[in-house]
């Protein structure tokens, strides 16, 4: 009774400062500080603060949370083992078959042709490493003017 009391008052004190806020023309600020208002009552209306009232007192409820905190402690604990395994696999050469589809999870990778023994790993055209070729890049940045 003391919540439904609480929710009601702030509801009603709520679509006051509204109400002020419309006065000084500010019509999109009271629209929501009216939408924020009615929230409480709403929860009033629907039975809801009864059911959390209801749960906060009740030791099966806080059973219950317990269960389902348990229930995420064992999901994360299994999903970090298996990301765990799964670098090992990767470092290993992947002999072992992944649980869940390991492509999924994991980032691609760029598998491009390999630098030919002549060059000594340089790119033809700058001397840099052949991994480092940014004449696209240059290009664009100066269509850009940057």
Do not use: N
Not at 4 to 12: D, L, M, N, Q, R
Not at 103 to 124: E, I, L, T
């Amino acid at each position: 009774m003391l919540a439904e009391t609480i929710c009601s008052a702030a509801a009603v004190a709520g679509l006051g400062i509204a109400a002020i806020t419309a006065y000084r023309k500010r019509y999109l600020s009271a629209a929501r500080i009216a939408a924020y208002a009615l929230v409480p009552l709403g929860l009033v209306m629907i039975g809801a603060v009864d059911w959390i009232a209801g749960t906060a007192f009740s030791p099966v409820a806080w059973a219950g949370f317990g269960v389902l905190g348990g229930a995420w402690l064992l999901f994360s604990s299994t999903r970090a083992v298996e990301r765990r395994r799964a670098g090992r696999r990767e470092t290993t050469g992947g002999a072992e078959q992944a649980a869940v589809a390991p492509a999924a999870s994991s980032p691609s990778r760029a598998v491009g042709p390999k630098p030919q023994a002549g060059r000594a790993g340089q790119s033809a055209q700058s001397g840099q490493p052949a991994g480092e070729d940014f004449s696209d890049i240059e290009a664009i940045l100066k269509k850009h003017g940057i």
